[in-house]
């Protein structure tokens, strides 16, 4: 089952700008902290933002602070992980996860490439 629609990735040059969407498909994304990982091949998955349910609470891998932002439209359903400023080492799969104590729903990723 898809869980969430996501939207927004590509390749950009180095300095460029993303935004990514994640729509949730199956359920009320309200209650749920929301999180944006990425993973390359070979390394572990990181942590890269996180914002909480009322949109209260944010967190941000040290390496993109002042570049990325996250924010969340209950309305919607929808979570958004704005990135400016990019890097080469920004290139992930970029996946968005709903998270509450006994159950959590994941996206399929979304590739964002970073080159010149």
């Known amino acids: 089952q898809v869980h969430f629609v996501e939207s927004g990735g590509g390749s950009v040059r180095p300095g460029g700008a993303l935004k990514l969407a994640c729509t949730a498909s199956?359920?009320?994304?309200?209650?749920?902290?929301i999180y944006w990982s990425r993973q390359v091949p070979g390394k572990e998955r990181e942590l890269v933002a996180a914002?909480?349910?009322?949109?209260?609470?944010?967190y941000f891998l040290d390496s993109v602070k002042g570049r990325f932002s996250v924010s969340r439209d209950n309305t919607q359903n929808t979570t958004y992980l704005e990135m400016n400023s990019l890097r080469i080492e920004d290139t992930a799969v970029y996946y968005c996860?709903?998270?509450?104590?006994?159950?959590?729903?994941w996206g399929q990723g979304i590739q964002v490439t970073v080159s010149s």
């Open positions: 914002i909480g349910s009322f949109g209260d609470r944010t």
């Open positions: 199956s359920f009320t994304f309200a209650p749920y902290d």
């Open positions: 996860y709903a998270k509450k104590p006994g159950r959590e729903y």
